[in-house]
């Protein structure tokens, strides 16, 4: 397998993990061209907000409104609009089983493995 383009440099480790399973993915299906770099970028990005707002959120799962109600904590909302745009990225990608399916896109048994793994 040819060697992988690199991630940005501001990704974290945890970022740059997710873009080599993703990458690596891609290039199993066949599907991986340079062109996807900005694409690869901004899902990554997006993947890695959703985690950590759902982890903050996890944290503290309710705060005190400003009428003193609980409710939920705000980074909830944050981790589910960037897991909705996350999820339209990866169709994009052809990185879902869906969208796989729906593009005739078979990749190796296993190959999703990592990537899975990652994201889940």
Do not use: C
């Not at 690199?6 to 990458?23: K, T, V």
């Not at 199993?28 to 950590?52: C, E, F, H, M, N």
């Not at 897991?83 to 969208?99: D, G, V, Y």
Request: cysteine-free; proline content about 6%; charged content about 25%.
């Amino acid at each position: 397998m040819p060697r992988q383009d690199a991630p940005p440099i501001d990704f974290d480790s945890d970022a740059r993990a997710l873009w080599s399973a993703a990458q690596r993915q891609l290039r199993l299906q066949g599907t991986w061209t340079k062109s996807d770099i900005p694409l690869l970028q901004i899902y990554v990005r997006t993947v890695r907000t959703a985690q950590r707002a759902r982890e903050a959120a996890d944290r503290i799962p309710m705060q005190k409104g400003s009428n003193t109600q609980l409710m939920g904590h705000l980074e909830m909302t944050v981790a589910e609009k960037a897991e909705a745009s996350a999820l339209r990225f990866a169709s994009a990608l052809l990185l879902t089983p869906e969208s796989r399916k729906r593009h005739g896109v078979t990749i190796p048994s296993g190959a999703t493995s990592e990537l899975d793994a990652l994201v889940g």
